[in-house]
């Protein structure tokens, strides 16, 4: 299998989507993203480092509450339980939903969000290389790891070979999230649809940090990195280009 670039034809917007395509090039990206992120686990020591620097930095500016936020709202079994199940459920098979309602439906929207998943997850990387982070649940803070705890879902739907304990920062659970519900909220019509878009994030945000497995400065990388990467290629699909649509959607796997 080569990967080679097609000139897409000049056009404001593409009519279709190539769907089986589509799927080989994200499951492609996605395996290559978790065999990359696995192995580069860096030694215990230095995202431990990392973890003080980041709760010394929430302490400074008033946003380490992650401790009090678990004892508080993650205590009784059912609202843990409830919050694991955004963890787990509410990510990749969330997006991958998604992803084929778009292709399907809204194929501007669609390349305009797997654009940016793909380029916030190489820079993800980059990231997880140069700081790693150990998360709460590692940290020494005293919280529990809930979804570990009581859930053995999330091991089949990411296996541990595919994990790299310490890429806490940027979270793109919330990150590709927030992507997820921005493309929900754009491309539906019906504003339960809408409500469901908006209420995405938010309640991944909640999760990641009730859980235990990110810092709430970690939500607000991944939501940071996600917002640029959509604006950039929603600007990209808005500006001419001699190469046609969104300059990506030329990629084709052969």
Known sequence: MTITWEEPK??????????????????????AYFLVRGATEAAT?????????IV????????????????TFAGAP???TFFNWIYIWGHWPVIAVTL???????PTIYYRTRNAMLLSGG?????????????????????????TETSDAYRVLQPAMFTNQYAAMPSLHVGWDLLIGLA??????????????AALPVLMVAAVVLTANHYIVDAIAGATLTTLCWLFFTARQRTPSPRGYAGWDGLRLR
Do not use: Y
Not at 45 to 53: E, K, V
Not at 100 to 106: G, N, V
């Open 56 to 71: 010394d930095f929430e302490r400074s500016v008033g946003l380490f509450h992650e401790s009090w936020l678990q004892r």
């Open 123 to 147: 820079i993800g990387l980059f990231v997880f290389t140069l700081f790693p982070l150990a998360p709460p649940r590692l940290a020494e803070l005293g919280m529990v790891d809930t979804v």
């Open 100 to 106: 084929i309602w778009l292709a399907r439906s809204h």
């Open 10 to 31: 000049a056009t404001t917007a593409p009519t279709r989507v190539a769907l089986g395509r589509q799927v080989a090039i994200v499951t492609a990206a996605v395996a």
């Open 184 to 197: 929900i909220v754009v491309a539906a019509r019906r504003p339960l649809l809408k409500a469901v878009g």
């Open 45 to 53: 020591d230095r995202a431990l480092d990392n973890a003080r620097s």
């Open 78 to 80: 059912e609202v843990a």
